[in-house]
């Protein structure tokens, strides 16, 4: 099957490299054609892995925009946010509350911090800086584009169905941002170091399943709407690409 599909990739390809179109427009334009050219190049990140990465964050920050349109303008996305935050409520107990509060607590400032100063502790000693710098991009722009969204959209929390009170406003969350970023960041440096294959999709199952459960945690205590924690997760992987780009960039120049 795989065979069947590379040779299909490289039909096509050669049929558009070949093509008359193709061809006049690198007689006509030899720099440009080349650097296209380039852009889907598997010998170096800056070739092809890069592409993806760049149109995978452009893609989010367009989903990202237009979601915060939504939730400004559109009856429909606050109807769905109180539905969804309404049945979160009537089915909360207290004992499944508590456990909730303690699992949103590994994306609290403290312990964010805490994991943090281990994490860039280990990468001093072991001399990965360009890791390093990733790390601290991931993290600073996504606190300063979350804190901004917040400030510049003023959304209240639903504070009367809130299981406990929150100061600042709901969107985007900053859990599910920080916890996209820095939770996933640190899985990508994880997966650099492992080299066995069920150990990789362990590490993958654990830190997604961590990421989605605070995201639910912010849910299930409604200090919440869905399109916040959304948002959270547009922004938050948005910057974790962004990071791993950088870093891969880096790495391979």
């Not at 089915?91 to 312990?111: G, H």
Request: with cysteine.
């Amino acid at each position: 099957m795989k065979t069947g599909i590379r040779a299909f990739v490289a039909t096509l390809g050669s049929r558009l490299l070949y093509s008359e179109a193709v061809r006049t427009f690198a007689r006509r334009y030899p720099r440009a054609y080349q650097w296209i050219i380039r852009r889907f190049s598997l010998r170096s990140f800056a070739g092809l892995p890069l592409t993806l990465l760049t149109a995978l964050f452009i893609t989010n920050v367009l989903l990202l925009a237009d979601l915060a349109e939504d939730v400004v303008n559109a009856e429909g996305i606050i109807l769905l946010d109180s539905k969804v935050t309404m049945w979160f409520y009537n089915i909360r107990t207290p004992n499944v509350a508590k456990a909730f509060y303690i699992l949103t607590q590994l994306a609290s400032v403290y312990t964010v911090t805490a994991v943090a100063f281990v994490t860039a502790l280990l990468l001093i000693r072991y001399r990965r800086w360009v890791a390093l710098w990733g790390m601290l991009i991931a993290m600073s722009g996504s606190l300063i584009t979350m804190a901004s969204g917040k400030h510049i959209f003023e959304i209240n929390r639903p504070y009367q169905f809130a299981y406990y009170h929150e100061e600042s406003f709901s969107f985007p969350s900053g859990h599910a941002t920080i916890a996209a970023s820095f939770y996933l960041y640190i899985l990508y440096l994880l997966l650099r170091s492992v080299r066995s294959t069920a150990a990789r999709i362990a590490l993958g199952a654990l830190f997604v399943s961590i990421v989605l459960a605070i995201g639910l945690s912010r849910l299930y205590l409604c200090v919440h709407y869905l399109s916040d924690v959304t948002a959270g997760y547009c922004l938050g992987i948005g910057w974790l690409l962004l990071s791993i780009s950088i870093v891969e960039w880096q790495r391979k120049s």
